[in-house]
């Protein structure tokens, strides 16, 4: 399966409900864009679509007589043709556990009904240009480490989640200028997904973001790296400062955090700290 360039002009989506009239919305909003959009009505017919011809990405609904959403995106995860394919979930219902569990699974991202087309395309777009953005970001860290000086054993892989334009692009400007390299995702449920397929040293993730917080990402990326044995430190950004906003912090299984306003250097030395005492 590649990724399309133009991911509007091409991409296949295939779309997995068993509401004729959700699979007709989903149609219309997506067709309306450019996409090519394949439906089936419950999960084995998914998995059997999705052999015969593999999509670019899976919406999937998860109550579904039969098989659920949740088994039919392991069996995706546990194909070796059919794993690297992002998986959106559709769900009626917005609960904490369920997105876990969704992204445990291996979802990309969560979607709750009744949505807005608009959102679902926006989700879409994403999601099929972070493979891309992740790939790149891997190919200069294997270039930069081949050239084998002092100053790439020091450069990081720093996974940012924040949904305010103006500080994703003050992060960005602080780390790169010392060197680092940076993925930025604007909320929470796309940083579980980056960090399951991405190999970073630290992540920063803002507290109040859209979709799903950083609290339940922290958590839901904890979850997975436990049943996987990995660990990469999580650095909270906060706009608040009282000491039941930091417990929860380090009750989710955050490592340090930085309140917001901060300094270029309070960033980087945090960044970096976490980073040595993650190689000891």
Same mark, same amino acid.
């Given at each position: 399966?590649? %990724? ?8 296949? $989506? ?9 699979l007709?919305t ?24 999705a ?5 670019d ?53 969560? $979607? ?16 099929l ?5 992740k ?44 060197g ?9 449920? %796309? ?11 630290v ?10 917080d ?21 650095v909270? $950004? ?34 970096? %700290? ?7």
């Open positions: 399966m590649c %990724q399309p360039t133009t991911p509007h002009a091409v991409a296949d $989506i295939l779309v997995v409900d068993d509401t004729p009239a959700v007709q989903l149609t219309l909003t997506l067709e309306s864009v450019g996409y090519k959009v394949r439906t089936v009505a419950n999960g084995a017919l998914a998995l059997e679509a052999w015969q011809q593999p999509p990405l899976i919406l999937l609904d998860i109550r579904m007589p039969g098989m659920d959403g949740y088994e039919v995106c392991k069996c995706l995860k546990a194909n070796a043709v059919l794993r690297d394919i992002p998986v959106i979930f559709i769900s009626g219902l917005n609960d904490t556990q369920g997105q876990v569990k969704a992204y445990q699974c291996g979802g990309v991202d969560y $979607i709750t009904k009744p949505f807005r087309g608009e959102d679902i395309q926006s989700r879409i777009k994403v999601n240009a972070l493979p891309q953005q790939q790149l970001l891997l190919n200069q860290s294997k270039h930069r480490r081949q050239e084998g000086t002092d100053k790439v054993e020091r450069r990081l892989r720093v996974l940012v989640a924040e949904d305010n334009p103006v500080n994703q692009e003050v992060v960005r400007m602080f780390l790169a200028k010392h680092h390299e940076v993925l930025i995702v604007p909320d929470g449920a %796309q940083a579980v997904a980056a960090a399951a397929d991405g190999d970073f040293d992540i920063l993730m803002d507290i109040q973001m859209p979709v799903m950083g609290i339940t990402a922290t958590e839901a990326i904890r979850a997975a790296q436990a049943a996987e044995g990995q660990y990469t430190p999580i909270a $950004i906060t706009a608040f400062s009282m000491q039941k906003d930091k417990e929860r912090c380090i009750e989710a299984g955050m490592d340090r955090f930085i309140t917001k306003p901060f300094t270029r250097s309070n960033l980087l030395d945090t960044v970096e %700290q976490v980073a040595k005492e993650r190689r000891k």
